[in-house]
């Protein structure tokens, strides 16, 4: 039986990632940042326990006990856990920024970190981390989640060039719109971090991004896929026994790669600059 531990467990595209590979014979160690949403996993059958990239001692807890369970055979780790910080950049602040690299990067290289120890000495396993088609591309305030996750592609492809020639793979998944709760959860730190009535962007906010943030049934995005789509890549990236160094979800992610290699900054930005 393959052992995995994955990041973001509570909804989206850690929950079917779990479940799935469950039901494929993989023994699964979902972790969430809630003890609440650790037992709703637990009722579904699977193991679970408090993970949360923000609090490095709850890291250091959570891969020591994944580690006990399985005895050290840990065969892989899918970092998942991110969450989206919306803003206009100039709105930004260094606590705000680092908040986000916290959660979206530093949190993920530390389990990457620590379960690579396990994996040399095993001479085997995988780190699959999950970027975003904004790992490459960019968009409107969104410049705290695209930074880290530039940040999580530069860091991973560094890792995995590091690894050349060891069994152990390294490897990105990038999703573009995805069905998940992404939209909901970042409310609390755009509440949290972007002072809207001080901003320049004040009237962009309420016109263009709240309705949108805090809409109830904003409909689909366009090109948006279900988490299934992510977890088909992942289960390849698991268990090909040549993975690809990236995988790209969704065709707004192909089509965004194709824009970035063929387009010229400056069209890319006018066209851009109207979504």
Not at 51 to 78: H, K, N, Q, W
Not at 129 to 155: D, I, P, Q
Not at 197 to 221: C, F, I, K, M, Q
Request: charged share 25%.
């Amino acid at each position: 039986m393959k052992t995995i531990l994955i990041t973001g467990c509570s909804s989206g595209i850690g929950l079917d990632a779990a479940d799935t590979l469950h039901h494929r014979g993989w023994r699964v160690f979902a972790t969430c940042r809630r003890e609440e949403d650790c037992r709703a996993l637990q009722e579904r059958g699977l193991e679970s326990f408090r993970l949360d990239y923000a609090d490095p001692a709850s890291i250091d807890t959570a891969m020591a006990e994944a580690l006990s369970r399985c005895d050290g055979a840990l065969d892989a780790v899918f970092n998942n856990g991110a969450y989206a910080q919306p803003g206009a950049a100039e709105d930004l602040g260094i606590e705000a920024l680092q908040a986000s690299f916290q959660t979206n990067l530093f949190g993920p290289h530390e389990v990457a970190r620590q379960a690579l120890r396990v994996m040399r000495r095993r001479r085997q396993g995988r780190i699959v981390n999950c970027s975003s088609v904004l790992g490459f591309a960019y968009l409107r305030f969104r410049g705290a989640y695209t930074a880290t996750k530039h940040a999580m592609e530069g860091l991973t492809d560094t890792l995995r060039l590091e690894l050349h020639g060891t069994p152990i793979k390294v490897i990105l998944i990038e999703p573009g719109p995805i069905r998940t709760l992404i939209r909901e959860k970042a409310r609390a730190p755009y509440e949290r971090w972007i002072d809207r009535d001080s901003s320049a962007w004040r009237e962009t906010y309420e016109t263009v991004l709240e309705p949108r943030l805090y809409a109830e049934n904003p409909g689909p995005d366009r090109g948006e896929m279900g988490p299934e789509a992510v977890t088909r890549k992942l289960i390849h990236a698991l268990e090909s026994p040549n993975p690809k160094a990236r995988y790209y979800v969704t065709r707004v992610t192909h089509i965004a790669r194709a824009f970035r290699i063929l387009l010229p900054s400056s069209m890319r930005d006018r066209l851009l600059a109207k979504i």
